[in-house]
């Protein structure tokens, strides 16, 4: 199977000896798995070095998950691509069962379901449905608001699309994986395998969990997209919105929703910026106002490294 499994480590010494072990031992085989690892200063590097030349490793500065996945993607040379999470497992069949189904559909990618596991008390519960799969663009317009790839390591991608998109965005994290579905779906075919593929397990420190992040480098993502479609003579779908109101209004919304105070003020303050002023935005800031403004909800501390 000419697959090369990626995975991006950071100081993931407490679960990536697992999720290395759900790597190797799928069928049939990867061609390789390689491990990124991005400046590790715990144990991560030992790990790796135990499983001897069953993976590629390559040990590289702090950058970040997009960079050590470039890096990896870089180093395959497999056809196919599939980049896990360090903390994540594989199932045994689940990258052959993508690798079928994107080859029976003609794709340069497909994703399935996903095993999630919330932290207890909460069930685990099963998720992905193929409302993404079909031809260019109609994958990306499904994407953009809520992705159907529920995590990278549900999805395979043909290595040549990849290097058409550009790898993914640093500094877009924890939307970086998004970003990259929807230009993805601007190119190229999705399919879509009706079967369990990967064990996902949902922690406090998930970045799917940090919502601040989310919301604005969702925004911050969106606003980009249509200078990367002119960049790659993408026409851009007529279904999707453009504008700086329609994309601003809906952040500052689910900013609002999920309680993330500090951000709302700072994306008013695009808001204004941009001469943006419409019922929801008004509203919004004035919550803002009355719950204390700046004074009581400050920008977040790690703004100022994404701006």
């Known amino acids: 199977m000419k697959l090369s499994i990626i995975i991006a480590a950071y100081n993931a010494e407490e ?35 135990s499983f001897g030349n069953k993976i590629c490793y390559r040990r590289v500065k702090n950058g970040g998950v997009s960079r050590a996945r470039n890096i990896g993607a870089a180093m395959a040379t497999g056809e196919w691509l599939l980049f896990l999470d360090a903390d ?29 596991r919330q932290e207890p008390p909460k069930e685990p519960r099963i998720t992905g449905m193929g409302y993404a799969e079909g031809k260019a663009p109609f994958p990306a317009i499904q994407n953009y608001g809520r992705c159907a790839i529920i995590t990278p390591g549900s999805a395979i991608i043909r290595k040549e699309l990849h290097e058409r998109i550009g790898g993914f965005v640093a500094g877009y994290e924890p939307m970086e994986d998004r970003d990259y579905w929807i230009k993805a779906g601007m190119l190229a075919t999705c399919a879509f395998a009706a079967t369990v593929v990967l064990d996902k397990i949902w922690r406090r420190i998930s970045a799917g969990k940090m919502h601040e992040k989310r919301i604005w480098n969702g925004w911050r993502s969106r606003m980009a997209l249509p200078a990367w479609c002119k960049e790659h003579d993408v026409a851009w779908p007529e279904m999707l919105p453009r504008d700086d109101r329609t994309l601003l209004e809906r952040s500052v919304n689910e900013a609002v929703h999920y309680g993330c105070w500090g951000l709302v003020g700072v994306l008013l303050s695009e808001c204004r910026k941009s001469t943006v002023r419409t019922f929801w935005t008004t509203k919004a800031a004035l919550e803002f106002y009355l719950r204390g403004g700046e004074r009581i909800n400050p920008s977040p501390t790690w703004l100022g490294s994404n701006q």
């Open 88 to 116: 994540d497992l594989l199932l045994p069949d689940g990258p052959v069962t993508l690798v079928t189904a994107a080859e029976k559909s003609e794709a340069d990618m497909a994703y399935g379901m996903v095993n999630e």
């Open 15 to 49: 679960f990536l000896e697992a999720t290395i072990l759900s790597a190797v031992k799928i069928t049939p085989p990867a061609l390789e798995v390689i491990v990124v690892d991005d400046g590790s200063t715990d144990q991560t590097s030992a790990i790796c070095a």
